[in-house]
Each structure stands twice: as C-alpha cells, then as structure tokens.
C-alpha cells in the first residue's frame, strides 16, 4: 500500500520514471492486484506508452470486469495508441453498463475529436436518459452545434439547458459565445453582467467579463477592475492573479 501511494504522489508529479520505479517491485509480483494494475497503466499512460497502459487496464478489467473506470481507461489508451475502432466499441460497451457518465463523456469527446458528429449527439442523447432534469446534455449538445456553426441550434440547446438551471454558467457562457458569433457583444456581456448581479462572487463569470472587454476593444480599467474584484474575492487562489497579470502587461504593450 506505501509504495501505491508514494507512486500515486509522483505520477501526479509527473515524474512517471520514479514513479514505475517505486512500483517495479509490485509488479514483479506473481499476483498482481487490480489497484497496482490500474496504477501501472496510469503510469504508462502519463509517460506517453498507451499500448503498455492499455495493456495494464485490461489486466485489471479481466479481473474486475465491473470495474468501469478500468474498461474507460483502457479503451482511452486503446484509442491514443490508433486503436479508434475497438476503443469506440469499449467506451459505449461502458457507457452502457455504467450508472455514471464517465464512459458517456469519453465516448461523446472521442466522437468529436474524430468530428463524428451524429455519434457524438446520439451519445448526447443516451446521455441525457442518465441525467433527466440536468443541464449537462443540453449543455454538451450546444457546444457540439456551436463548433459547426449552427447557431440556431446551439442557442436552442443552451437556452433548454438554462430552463432547468438558470445560473448554469457553461450554457451562459455558450450563449455569449453565440451572440460573438453573432457580432453581439454588447449582448454577450449583457449575460455575464446579469450573473454577476445575481452572483457578485462568481469566479468564471468575472473572468469572462474580463476576456470580453479585453477582446472588444473595451476600456482597459474596466478590465483591471474586474480582473481586481476576481482576485479580491479569492484571495488564496494564486491562478486568479495570472488573467490581471496578463491585463497590466498586455497594456504596457
């Protein structure tokens, strides 16, 4: 169990070479358990040999055949190492077995990666019948016209999505998207600015303000004001400083 760990701490650390090394002697073992199969195959994934992680995770999925994220991460390596036809068929075997929707999302992203986009909203669609009542499938299959230019489309879908969660801020942000697209921006920033009036604090809407009027040309104060607030109202968040660091030097540009 230490070494798992200690390998666990250094794959997250990228230090993939350190981290096989803790684990070599587990893996020289007769009997290998699923969770050091499964974190052999992390490994190898993260030190870009998909084949060989793919390898771990079906050793793992042999014996734990109900084990989802083993047949989901399998079949991810299966698809990074080439194996797109076989990696397919795993994920919706997945997906259709597991009660949550990490299958669903890998199959729905591996089809629109290939730009298989009616796979991808049937995947949308098997989606939604896991989550009645949740804005995610609404949401996804927004994104997904939105990246064909359907905006009519796209809009329809962000719009349902905000009927079941008004303050959803991905479909908020997909509508804004769409009025860009639509050379509105004063109606982009409209949606972002009634967030906030609802939500004074809300991290990913202040940054979007930020982006919008620094990408329209907008008063570079305001920028900094927002930017300020974001930072202000997350004070141990250090990321939330990069955007106003990135105003202040784009303008002494």
Request: proline content about 6%; charged content about 20%; cysteine-free.
């Amino acid at each position: 169990y230490a070494r798992r760990l200690l390998a666990t701490a250094q794959v997250r650390q990228q230090r993939t070479a350190e981290a096989l090394a803790t684990l070599k002697p587990l893996l020289d073992a007769k009997a290998l358990g699923a969770p050091t199969l499964m974190l052999a195959g992390d490994i190898y994934r993260a030190s870009g040999d998909p084949q060989r992680a793919a390898d771990y995770y079906a050793q793992a999925a042999r014996l734990q055949p109900a084990n989802t994220r083993a047949q989901t991460s399998m079949a991810l390596a299966h698809l990074a190492s080439g194996k797109a036809s076989s990696a397919l068929g795993e994920l919706r075997a997945a997906a259709a077995t597991e009660a949550g929707v990490g299958p669903d999302l890998a199959l729905i992203t591996a089809h629109l990666e290939r730009g298989e986009m009616p796979q991808a909203l049937a995947a949308i669609d098997a989606l939604q019948k896991k989550l009645p009542g949740s804005p995610l499938a609404d949401n996804l299959r927004g994104r997904a016209l939105l990246g064909t230019r359907d905006l009519i489309g796209a809009r329809k879908n962000f719009d349902a999505a905000l009927a079941l969660a008004p303050d959803y801020f991905p479909a908020i942000d997909g509508l804004a998207a769409v009025d860009m697209f639509e050379r509105k921006p004063e109606a982009a920033r409209k949606r972002f600015t009634d967030l906030l009036a609802r939500q004074p604090k809300h991290a990913g809407a202040l940054l979007a303000l930020a982006n919008l009027l620094t990408a329209t040309g907008g008063d570079h104060a305001q920028s900094v004001a927002v930017l300020t607030w974001d930072a202000a109202a997350q004070p141990a968040a250090v990321a939330r400083r990069l955007p106003l660091v990135d105003v202040r030097l784009r303008a002494l540009n």
